[in-house]
């Protein structure tokens, strides 16, 4: 069902939102303990809390790529090289792709998305560091 | 909508269903259904057409 509704969103945009495997209308974790507060410096793209976006990566889709745990979005090659996390599945992203627009991304910025999709804390200028602190946050580790 | 028209969309259909093939006709088909759906508008009658053709899908002598 899913990828028909993706093929089908290919050509009808009314079909999106049918291939989210969330609800139709995902909630927004705003207020909940484990979600940091939000990164003020990012002027677009989902807040934290919200349900990660669907987007075109290749020729496949943005909400296909997460693993099991924590996935972490980066827009640097480089930063991407850096993390090295047991469990976490690094996903680059093209830093002038559109995509990153939808982020509201520069190449230093970092999203830290839960294992259900939700977007745990996003960082405009991340380190492997606040990355990895942001994480032990989200997993109820430490205090922010 | 007349039976002509019935029989116009059946062969249309039936031609793309040999078309696309074995291993994607149910892609296609739920494609369809979705886009049929979405003109159609009305979700409550969706439903219940989509319990009926679910109706004798098991009877022995169907063909």
Same mark, same amino acid.
């Given at each position: 069902m899913r990828d028909a509704a993706l093929n089908l969103a290919l050509s009808h945009s009314f079909a999106g939102q049918l291939?989210? #495997?969330?609800?139709?209308?995902p909630y927004t974790?705003?207020?909940? #303990?484990v979600v940091c507060a939000d990164d003020p410096e990012f002027k677009s793209g989902p807040q934290v809390g919200a349900m990660l976006p669907e987007a075109r990566i290749g020729d496949g889709y943005l909400t296909g790529k997460p693993g099991a745990g924590f996935s972490v979005l980066v827009f640097d090659k480089r930063l991407a090289n850096d993390l090295d996390i047991a469990g976490v599945a690094v996903i680059l992203i093209d830093a002038e792709s559109e995509v990153a627009q939808q982020f509201g991304a520069r190449q230093s910025s970092a999203y830290l998305v839960r294992p259900d999709l939700h977007i745990a804390a996003r960082l405009f200028d991340a380190t492997p560091a606040t990355i990895q602190h942001a994480l032990r946050f989200a997993a109820g580790e430490v205090l922010p | 909508m007349t039976p002509t028209d019935v029989e116009a969309v059946y062969d249309a259909l039936a031609a793309q269903i040999d078309s696309v093939g074995r291993a994607k006709s149910e892609l296609f088909l739920i494609k369809l259904a979705l886009l049929l759906s979405h003109e159609f508008g009305d979700a409550n009658r969706v439903i219940k057409l989509i319990y009926d053709a679910k109706r004798n899908l098991d009877a022995a002598n169907y063909r």
């Amino acid at each position: 069902m899913r990828d028909a509704a993706l093929n089908l969103a290919l050509s009808h945009s009314f079909a999106g939102q049918l291939a989210n #495997p969330r609800q139709m209308t995902p909630y927004t974790y705003c207020d909940s #303990p484990v979600v940091c507060a939000d990164d003020p410096e990012f002027k677009s793209g989902p807040q934290v809390g919200a349900m990660l976006p669907e987007a075109r990566i290749g020729d496949g889709y943005l909400t296909g790529k997460p693993g099991a745990g924590f996935s972490v979005l980066v827009f640097d090659k480089r930063l991407a090289n850096d993390l090295d996390i047991a469990g976490v599945a690094v996903i680059l992203i093209d830093a002038e792709s559109e995509v990153a627009q939808q982020f509201g991304a520069r190449q230093s910025s970092a999203y830290l998305v839960r294992p259900d999709l939700h977007i745990a804390a996003r960082l405009f200028d991340a380190t492997p560091a606040t990355i990895q602190h942001a994480l032990r946050f989200a997993a109820g580790e430490v205090l922010p | 909508m007349t039976p002509t028209d019935v029989e116009a969309v059946y062969d249309a259909l039936a031609a793309q269903i040999d078309s696309v093939g074995r291993a994607k006709s149910e892609l296609f088909l739920i494609k369809l259904a979705l886009l049929l759906s979405h003109e159609f508008g009305d979700a409550n009658r969706v439903i219940k057409l989509i319990y009926d053709a679910k109706r004798n899908l098991d009877a022995a002598n169907y063909r």
